[in-house]
């Protein structure tokens, strides 16, 4: 019959309680290591969402904006193409819906529309007469364009579309006057002035 000596029982004992502390420890090591990685991940994200967002604030400085819109100067009505933004503008198309037309001919077809413009820079406008209201109202054109304009500029060269709409609703009932009606009125009002100066001096003669 083996006898177990008081000191093996407490080597056991020791070793057991050692086994226990390296357990705990492993698991403390192995949370604070999980804990480590998930904080570099999260660290990993903020850092790239940080650099994204640092890019398309970059890109939105430099990047242009191409736009298109009608503009009234007395009864002629201009269709104007413009880049706001601030970068170059390259390789620019055109898509209306529905075709563009004035009373005449079919300005879808023209060069400017069906072939696009190579380059715009920023802050540069492209204007071109297209109707005169009077006549264009009395047509049965629609007043309402959708148009889709395709560009590419800014960071990378990417492509960039741009979807609007441009109408002439708003001349619709707008009585024009013409710049000879315009000056006939001015003359008007400077004689209408002339008598008022005219009567003050009388009354205050009197």
Sequence with gaps: MDVISPT???LDIILAIVQIFTLIALIIYVKKTWDMAVATEVSAKSSESTLQEMKETRDQEIAPYIVCY????????YLNIENVGKGLAKDIK???????????YDVSETPLIKNGIPSMPPNYKIQTFFDSSPRYLNSELPLTYNVKIIFYGGLGNKKRISEQIIDLEYIKGI?????????DLVKEVEKIRKVQEDILKNLENN
């Design 8 to 10: 093996t029982s407490w």
């Design 70 to 77: 009608f503009e009234m100067k007395g009864h002629h009505i």
């Design 175 to 183: 009585h024009f006057i013409s710049e000879n009606r315009m000056h």
């Design 94 to 104: 055109f898509e209306f819906s529905p075709k563009i037309r004035s009373v005449g």
